[in-house]
């Protein structure tokens, strides 16, 4: 997991390993949309944000990166690597949250090139993006990457709202990755 710690840029892109530094900025971009987070397994919002945070230090299998947007050095988000397997080659991109400034604009799309480039080139062979269903506009990324829709987890997760969701299941393979 070690490797996959790293500082990684592409043009207006640029992930960092998650530090105490980028807390507050972090909670400042979360602020920035107050609605998405009801389709979000947890809240970053309010007291809510330090409760997540301190869930998050307490989860020792995810590599977490702060997301800024290198043109204007601001914190704009975050994304991870969730449980990492690297007996299976597997890992997981998710936890993502990008700011209302940089959606549309390309941005996720080079932010999920560099991740998942880095997992491939760190001999990770299967990438999986698990996404609540009721998140339409992150679906379409997924598929827009050129993963594939393996299936939906029917009601699989209690999100912090008490909403039971169903999780779309997404795979990509190092081999259908043509970027």
Request: net charge negative.
């Amino acid at each position: 997991m070690a490797d996959l710690s790293a500082t990684l840029e592409q043009g207006p892109v640029r992930l960092e390993p998650l530090a105490e530094h980028h807390l507050e900025p972090l909670r400042m971009a979360c602020a920035e949309d107050q609605d998405i987070w009801e389709i979000y397994p947890v809240s970053m919002l309010d007291e809510n944000f330090d409760k997540a945070i301190q869930t998050f230090h307490d989860t020792s299998n995810w590599v977490r990166f702060a997301v800024i947007n290198a043109d204007t050095g601001k914190l704009v988000g975050m994304s991870n690597y969730i449980n990492p397997d690297p007996m299976t080659k597997v890992t997981e991109i998710g936890g993502t949250y990008i700011a209302p400034s940089v959606r549309g604009s390309g941005f996720n799309g080079v932010m999920k090139q560099l991740m998942i480039d880095h997992a491939f080139a760190n001999g990770f062979t299967r990438i999986e993006f698990r996404v609540d269903t009721r998140n339409k506009r992150s679906m379409a990324a997924v598929l827009k990457l050129g993963a594939q829709h393996e299936g939906t987890l029917r009601k699989n997760r209690v999100t912090w709202t008490g909403y039971v969701r169903d999780t779309a299941v997404f795979g990509l393979l190092k081999e259908e990755w043509t970027r």
